[in-house]
């Protein structure tokens, strides 16, 4: 196993669209899952490392309109939050850290403008730049970016990409796979391994999550560093715990706050 995986976070994913956390299926077909303070809440309790916030409709507004919602988590959940959707700039990005976020995700922005991932780095520290993107299987060897939550293709060479994004400065690559996500299907573990091996800095994985096996199966054939999941906690076919679980009957450590 990769040691950089000694102990894998598991960070519950909350997908926001107005007052509701919303999923839906390769980011389609959206369904109201629940308020986000209450879900958040729970999935706290239950034993969450992190908690990632993504404003879905971000690029309607211009802007990421999750300050509120980070505000009030902060005042009772006390484990790291990101937060992505709509980050267009070093000032979008410390408004949400002022309200409490401890990182920020870009991926549209930074597909757009490369340099903003270094501008933020140089400003908030690499450690609160997380470099999200959205992957396409092409063939047996090769994954494209896709911005605007998932629709739109880029051209970009996955794992290209995370490599320069490194470079620039981000301090974390957050890979959601487009097939996958809400199928329930699995991940896609071949590139997840890939940029595993290629990286230096961690690599959070979503998309696809049935049962708490599948994460453990990710973590030891891949030694990725965190996993973040959605459908599976919203419905309800596994909890946190039951996914450190399932970890530790694999012998691997978790964290434990």
């Known amino acids: 196993m990769n040691i950089k995986a000694i102990k894998p976070r598991i960070i519950a994913r909350l997908d926001i669209k107005g007052p509701n956390v919303v999923k839906g299926i390769r980011f389609d077909g959206l369904r109201v899952m629940g308020k986000p303070d209450e879900l958040a809440t729970m999935y706290y309790n239950q034993g969450a490392d992190e908690l990632l916030y993504i404003d879905t409709v971000a690029s309607l507004y211009g802007r990421n309109n999750l300050t509120d919602v980070v505000?009030?988590?902060?005042?009772?959940?006390?484990?790291?939050?990101?937060?992505?959707?709509?980050?267009?700039?070093?000032?979008?990005?410390?408004?949400?850290?002022?309200?409490?976020?401890?990182?920020?995700?870009?991926?549209?922005?930074?597909?757009?403008?490369?340099?903003?991932?270094?501008?933020?780095?140089?400003?908030?520290?690499?450690?609160?730049?997380?470099?999200?993107?959205?992957?396409?299987?092409?063939?047996?060897?090769?994954?494209?970016?896709?911005?605007?939550?998932?629709?739109?293709?880029?051209?970009?060479?996955?794992?290209d990409w995370a490599m320069k994004a490194r470079e620039l400065g981000a301090g974390e690559i957050l890979v959601t796979s487009v097939d996958k996500d809400g199928t329930g299907h699995g991940f896609e573990q071949d590139f997840i391994k890939m940029l595993c091996s290629k990286i230096d800095i961690p690599v959070i994985a979503g998309g696809g999550a049935k049962h708490a096996s599948d994460i453990a199966s990710l973590v030891l054939h891949t030694g990725?560093?965190?996993?973040?999941?959605?459908?599976?906690?919203?419905?309800?076919?596994?909890?946190?715990?039951?996914?450190?679980?399932?970890?530790?009957?694999?012998?691997?450590?978790?964290?434990v706050h």
């Open 224 to 255: 990725v560093d965190a996993v973040a999941v959605a459908s599976m906690l919203h419905y309800k076919r596994g909890t946190v715990s039951d996914i450190k679980k399932a970890l530790t009957e694999k012998h691997i450590e978790t964290a």
């Open 71 to 159: 505000k009030i988590a902060a005042s009772h959940i006390f484990i790291p939050m990101t937060v992505g959707g709509g980050v267009r700039s070093v000032e979008d990005a410390f408004k949400l850290l002022h309200s409490g976020a401890d990182k920020v995700a870009v991926n549209t922005a930074a597909v757009k403008r490369p340099e903003l991932i270094s501008e933020i780095a140089r400003v908030l520290g690499s450690q609160a730049m997380v470099l999200s993107m959205h992957i396409k299987k092409i063939d047996s060897s090769s994954w494209e970016v896709y911005i605007d939550n998932g629709r739109e293709k880029t051209g970009l060479n996955a794992l």
